[in-house]
């Protein structure tokens, strides 16, 4: 079986090479796209060795490790933004008592959640997948999704004092 695979692998690498060039140029990139696909694929690769839908299935592999990656790259990017606008608001101020109130003041508002919304809400914000919290609170993805959107709008009314 090992031999199957590896003879998969190798026959299916060159094709990939050539469709990672939808996503990125970078030759490292694409070489990290394609071993993170094969890496991600690896359980039921078996089972595909044959098929003729290889290679259409190793794509949509691709482009959803291509996708969540950009994603998270926005998350950290307005992250990054939330940070540098915060130290500008910061500056701006120039009073750390201030600062100190709004930052209670978010504290106190995240001290308002349940436990479980708590959890939900920063492991969002940490950057986890929706599906990947699921599993991790062992609920539905729509359940996630709707309470993310919930928390959202709860602690956007508890902190509307700070919107601009």
Do not use: C
């Not at 990125?24 to 796209?33: A, I």
């Not at 479980?116 to 929706?130: A, D, P």
């Not at 709860?154 to 902190?159: H, N, P």
């Amino acid at each position: 079986m090992k031999t199957n695979l590896n003879t998969t692998i190798l026959e299916s690498s060159p094709v990939l090479m050539r469709l990672a060039n939808n996503f990125t140029n970078d030759p490292v990139e694409k070489d990290d796209l394609v071993q993170e696909t094969f890496i991600r694929s690896l359980n039921s690769l078996e089972k595909f060795t044959k098929h003729p839908k290889l290679i259409s299935w190793l794509y949509v592999i691709m482009k959803n490790i291509y996708l969540n990656k950009y994603r998270r790259e926005i998350v950290r990017r307005s992250a990054e933004k939330e940070i540098s606008y915060t130290q500008s608001f910061n500056s701006r101020i120039g009073n750390k008592a201030e600062s100190l109130f709004v930052l209670k003041d978010v504290q106190d508002a995240l001290k308002l959640l349940s436990g479980e919304n708590y959890q939900i809400i920063s492991m969002y914000l940490e950057g986890f997948k929706y599906y990947e919290i699921a599993e991790h609170m062992n609920m539905k993805e729509g359940t996630i999704k709707t309470r993310i959107h919930s928390i959202r709008k709860f602690l956007k009314k508890k902190l509307q004092v700070y919107a601009l």
